[in-house]
């Protein structure tokens, strides 16, 4: 569990970061918060940790967000997988994902934990992927490994090469139109 200071931070560092991308400082994040770097530096030991934790609570975050969707009934299955596909809280809609393809390079034990994330958690997933296979909603015979495949590689690319640098689109209307394109080609 994250501490309230903790929490403080990293939801700086996130606003930060949508301005600065990886290039931001701790005194960015200091200013943002008006707060003393000091303050920072009791709670994360350096950048690289505050990026290491950030991917933690963005994703717990947004498995949070993965279980309201799967809890709740006034969705029809097939909205259900949409949903819960392109899950981000309100919250993170506006993080500016474009920054991310650089942190392979500059942060690469960050991006391993990216992509550890990225391919872990599929059963929820999987549980209602075969529900709409059992309501047909999802083709019989769509094969989900494959489709988790297609899923993962087209996030990765999306962050390891610059395909939205310089576009007005944020990373959710990117996350909305994979899991469009991909719904539609197993969707019946």
Known sequence: MINETKEKILKGTIQVFNKKGL???????????????????????????????????????????ESEILDSDEYTTIEKIRLFLSAMPESYRNINFQ?????????????????RRLESGWEPAFVLLEQGKAEGVIKEEADLRIFKIMMEASLERCFEQ????GCKRRYNDYLNTVVDILLCGIAS
């Not at 934790?53 to 949070?64: G, L, S």
């Not at 920054?99 to 992509?115: C, F, I, R, S």
């Not at 610059?162 to 640098?165: E, P």
């Open 99 to 115: 920054e991310l393809h650089p942190l392979k390079d500059k942060y690469p034990k960050v991006y391993k934990k990216l992509q």
């Open 162 to 165: 610059d395909v939205m640098k």
């Open 23 to 65: 290039k931001l400082t701790m005194d960015d994040v200091a200013d943002e918060l008006k707060i003393s770097k000091k303050t920072i530096y009791k709670e994360f030991a350096s950048k690289d940790e505050i990026f290491d934790t950030m991917v933690d609570y963005v994703f717990d975050n947004i498995k949070a967000r």
